[in-house]
């Protein structure tokens, strides 16, 4: 019988990973995991898997390590940062508040909001500046106009260490993020291709968005995305530096503090369920 990896499902308004403490079990190949094991039906379905390791800067806590259901690996994911926070301190890895989380985007700062019984509840994670137009990810084009499918979808790039593309559409709830997002991912415009953000004002400093996520597809959530998407929000006159940005899986509240130009993500993180699967 194959050796067993022990794992917790968990998610962060929606958005769902497979996490693994590798302090206690070596991945010898993260990629092929996360798509095995993310597959519906025949895994145990997610987004993506996320690796939770030792720090190796010096300075952080923890590290955590993200590759999507297709076996690329991320920069970032918000969400799961908000999830890591909740794995360590609920199963005792640390009494910390706030902890230090690398990442391949920088360190991320986690403050812990707990319930009654002292478990993570919520999660505010200092998610650092957003970046315009970073030449690397992002290829100049007119007014910030992209085409897919004889569509033209114009928009505002941001970069929350990981590329991001917020275009604002009149009618969310019927537009195709699946033919439209897959596309755009994709365009010559974006190098190491895109997530993608869909986004429409509803209501005072509240705005709907749905997401086409690089390596993923449709997900219920984004945090990254979120950040991005309060940024164009306040850039385009549309919200104030606060926002809720209301997503399928749930909302998240996004603060872009004027003082140190930070993005500040508060958002859920819970288990769905924890169990064990066969090492690869």
Not at 135 to 143: A, C, F, G, N, W
Not at 157 to 171: A, E, I, Q, W
Request: hydrophobic residues 35%.
């Amino acid at each position: 019988m194959r050796d067993s990896i022990k794992f917790t499902k968990m998610h962060g308004a929606g958005n769902d990973y497979i996490y693994v403490n590798t302090l206690l079990y070596n991945i010898e190949d993260p990629a092929q995991a996360a798509i095995e094991w993310s597959k519906p039906h025949f895994g145990v379905g997610s987004d993506g898997l996320i690796l939770i390791g030792e720090a190796t800067d010096g300075e952080s806590d923890f590290s955590m390590r993200i590759f999507n259901n297709d076996g690329s690996e991320a920069m970032m994911c918000g969400n799961g940062t908000r999830c890591v926070a909740k794995f360590v301190h609920d199963k005792g890895l640390t009494s910390k508040n706030p902890i230090l989380l690398q990442t391949l985007s920088g360190q991320k700062v986690l403050h812990l909001h707990l319930d009654n019984e002292g478990l993570v509840e919520s999660v505010t994670v200092d998610m650092g500046e957003p970046m315009l137009r970073q030449p690397e990810q992002y290829i100049d084009q007119t007014d910030d106009t992209v085409k897919a499918d004889f569509r033209s979808f114009r928009g505002t790039f941001v970069s929350m260490g990981n590329p991001h593309f917020v275009t604002f559409v009149d009618d969310i709830d019927n537009i195709d993020i699946e033919k439209y997002g897959k596309v755009l991912e994709h365009h010559e415009a974006f190098p190491q291709r895109c997530n993608i953000e869909f986004a429409q004002l509803v209501g005072t400093n509240a705005v709907r968005t749905r997401v086409w996520e690089r390596g993923s597809g449709i997900t219920m959530a984004c945090g990254t995305g979120a950040c991005a998407t309060a940024v164009a929000s306040f850039l385009t006159g549309r919200a104030d530096r606060q926002v809720d940005i209301i997503m399928d899986g749930g909302t998240l509240h996004i603060e872009w503090r004027e003082d140190d130009n930070h993005i500040y993500m508060t958002g859920p993180a819970a288990i769905s369920f924890e169990g064990e699967i066969a090492k690869l």
